[in-house]
């Protein structure tokens, strides 16, 4: 069974404040995604990393993939109110019984105040 | 607007209730899924459809039923439900089913149990 570590659960920080999500595991994956959800909504995929090292950016957000296809990491930049909500990551497995499922990590909450 | 749009948003039932919930995509996909968000935990996958057949089924308890008559409609039936099934209780569909596809999530719906 594949396990995804999401750190940290919760986040409280002023806007303007920089921060990183991490997202480790001890398994592979062939593909990660990272999905933001609002309160009352479901997750809505914000990026799919696919090759080990690859860096995305969207906005003031950077995504890394692990060289080794293991961990993740979302960095955002001068947080705003409005980046405020759940964050997961979810990796797709690699191999073995585990092959093409979705693992969900179990979230980290972020709240950026005012 | 994601597109897959569920009801109802909120239900409260007793343990001796039946209830359905309900699921419509309207982005021509294949695949369509449950899955149960609780507090703290990771997204848990219930069921897979794909192609109106069930393709997955993840040890879920009987006293949840589900039902695709088409690649457009998902239901999930309740009856006798637990406490501890009380959730938010999220609907998904992909083009297909393979692990790499983006999800689209509805609403969901936030279920009390009695």
């Known amino acids: 069974t594949q396990l995804l570590e999401q750190s940290p659960q919760f986040l409280s920080i002023q806007e303007g404040e920089n921060l990183t999500v991490y997202c480790n595991s001890s398994s592979v994956f062939s593909s990660l995604q990272w999905y933001r959800q609002e309160p009352g909504e479901g997750p809505v995929l914000l990026v799919t990393?696919?090759?080990?090292?690859e860096v995305k950016k969207l906005k003031r957000l950077t995504f890394q993939f692990g060289d080794a296809r293991k961990d993740s990491s979302l960095h955002i930049t001068a947080a705003q109110p409005g980046d405020t909500g759940l964050y997961l990551c979810a990796g797709v497995g690699a191999g073995g019984t585990s092959y093409g499922k979705l693992t969900f990590g179990q979230g980290t909450i972020l709240t950026v105040h005012p | 607007e994601t597109g897959v749009t569920q009801t109802p948003r909120h239900l409260v039932m007793g343990m001796t209730n039946k209830k359905s919930l309900k699921c419509e995509q309207h982005?021509?996909?294949?695949?369509m899924y449950w899955y149960k968000q609780s507090a703290k935990k990771p997204l848990e996958l219930m069921f897979v459809?794909?192609?109106?057949?069930?393709?997955e089924n993840n040890s879920v308890p009987s006293r949840f039923s589900p039902e695709c008559p088409n690649s457009s409609h998902l239901f999930l039936h309740l009856h006798t439900l637990q406490p501890e099934d009380s959730a938010l209780y999220l609907c998904a569909s992909s083009q297909d089913v393979q692990g790499n596809e983006k999800l689209f999530f509805g609403s969901g719906t936030q279920l009390s149990v009695l």
């Open positions: 990393v696919v090759t080990g090292g």
């Open positions: 982005l021509g996909h294949n695949a």
């Open positions: 459809y794909n192609f109106k057949e069930q393709t």
